[in-house]
C-alpha cells in the first residue's frame, strides 16, 4: 500500500499489512489530525486532513502507484476534503469507519532485508 499526502508531499509505503489495517490506520491518523487544535496568535485553530491512498497491484511500476494515490486525494478533495480514499487497481473508495478493522495498537514494523 502507497499512501499519499499532498502538503508537503508525503508518501508512506506500509509493507507488509493488510488493505484494512492500512486503511484503519490512515482513519485513525485521519480523526486525530481532526480531533486537535493549537494555539495561535491568541486564536485557536483547528486542521484536518485527507489522504490517498493506492493498493500496490502485481506488476505497478512506480509512476502508477504514485497516480492512483494522487486520483484518490483528489477525491477525497473533491468530497468535501477531511476524509480519505483509496484505489483498488480499478476505482477509488471512501474509507468509511465503519467498514473498517481498528487500528492495530503495536503495528507490526516492516524489516529490511
Known amino acids: 500500500m502507497c499512501s499519499l499526502h499532498r502538503l508537503l508531499a508525503l508518501a508512506v509505503v506500509f509493507a507488509g499489512q493488510t488493505t484494512k489495517a492500512v486503511l484503519a490506520s490512515a482513519e485513525s491518523a485521519r480523526q486525530a489530525i481532526a480531533g486537535t487544535s493549537f494555539r495561535f496568535a491568541g486564536r485557536e485553530l483547528f486542521v ?43 476505482a477509488n473508495h471512501r474509507i468509511r469507519p465503519e467498514t473498517i478493522a481498528p487500528a492495530p495498537k503495536n503495528p507490526i514494523p516492516a524489516t529490511t532485508p
Open 48 to 90: 484536518t486532513a485527507s489522504g490517498g491512498i493506492a493498493e500496490i497491484q502485481t506488476g505497478d511500476q512506480e509512476k502508477e502507484i504514485i497516480r492512483r494515490a494522487d486520483e484518490a486525494l483528489y477525491s477525497s478533495k473533491k468530497a468535501g476534503r477531511n476524509c480519505g480514499h483509496y484505489n483498488d487497481g480499478r
